[in-house]
């Protein structure tokens, strides 16, 4: 198994070319909140082709990936309450800001977009304070 | 052919989620938990992001137009509002609470069993009901 910055590293240089060549392609910003969320609420209804198209490779190409390197578990909880929460949390949240990891951190940090910065930021924080609140104090995860 | 690319980074930014240990939540947790056992992993991939994405904005200033379509998205009002700062605090509580982000929430859901479609229908779920939401906001 290689150091885990190597392989963090690499997968994020992939990610930046995914995000590259959608925007040099086809002139859009790579979020996938935006992207599932657009489907969602029909705001991008007049270009839900493409988004699905997105979205089928984001769903399917792990499965290829695990064929060849193997190995994958999220390990996430099986705590119910914790993923409704969270799911609700995260999906509400991105929309209303208009922005996850991807489109605010990875594009719009990059575009030197002071609404994605910020936007960083404070998701930053609040998954930091997040883990002190569920973890430490509470010890639900 | 635009959707044919579309499906081409849909699937390289899937590989690159899953390569980079962002699709383990452990990882993601282990990250924001600064003040136990820090695993600094996120930060090399969003560096690792966040480089080539640089230098491709830069590129965009330079030719007029994305190959298949008129024009690059514009950057859109740079005020802070209030859905901007409550939304990411929500998604911030949402994300440290069990390790996901919309990304690797989808790069996950053939191998994320149960939990992982849970995680997946809630989040849509949530999304689905933010037009409401919103209005209250404004």
């Given at each position: 198994?290689?150091?885990?910055w190597v ?18 392609l ?82 719009g ?12 930021i404070i ?19 | ?27 993601v ?7 136990g ?18 230098i ?7 030719i ?75």
């Amino acid at each position: 198994m290689q150091p885990d910055w190597v392989s963090g590293l690499s997968g994020g240089l992939l990610i930046g070319f995914a995000a590259s060549a959608y925007l040099l392609l086809n002139g859009r910003i790579m979020g996938a909140s935006g992207i599932l969320g657009g489907l969602i609420d029909l705001t991008g209804y007049e270009n839900s082709l493409e988004r699905l198209c997105f979205l089928l490779g984001l769903v399917l190409s792990p499965i290829l990936a695990i064929q060849i390197a193997g190995g994958h578990d999220t390990q996430l909880t099986s705590n119910i309450y914790i993923i409704i929460a969270s799911g609700l949390l995260v999906g509400i949240g991105t929309r209303l800001a208009n922005g996850c990891t991807s489109g605010h951190g990875v594009c719009g940090i990059s575009r030197l977009s002071f609404r994605g910065i910020t936007a960083t930021i404070i998701y930053l924080l609040c998954g930091v304070v997040s883990i002190i609140f569920f973890k430490k104090l509470l010890g639900l995860i | 052919m635009k959707n044919l690319i579309a499906l081409f980074c849909g699937g390289l930014f899937g590989i690159g989620l899953f390569v980079s240990g962002m699709t383990d939540t452990t990882k993601v947790q282990g990250w924001l938990d600064i003040f136990g056992n820090w695993d600094p992993t996120l930060a090399f991939v969003l560096s690792g992001a966040i480089i080539p994405m640089a230098i491709t904005w830069n590129i965009t200033k330079r030719i007029k137009k994305p190959i298949f379509t008129d024009r690059f998205p514009e950057k859109t009002e740079q005020k802070l509002n209030r859905p901007l700062i409550i939304g990411s605090m929500m998604f911030g509580m949402g994300w440290g609470l069990s390790g996901l982000c919309p990304g690797p929430a989808m790069a996950s859901l053939s191998f994320g069993g149960w939990q992982g479609l849970m995680f997946f229908f809630t989040m849509a779920i949530g999304m689905l009901f933010t037009p409401l939401i919103a209005k209250y906001l404004k």
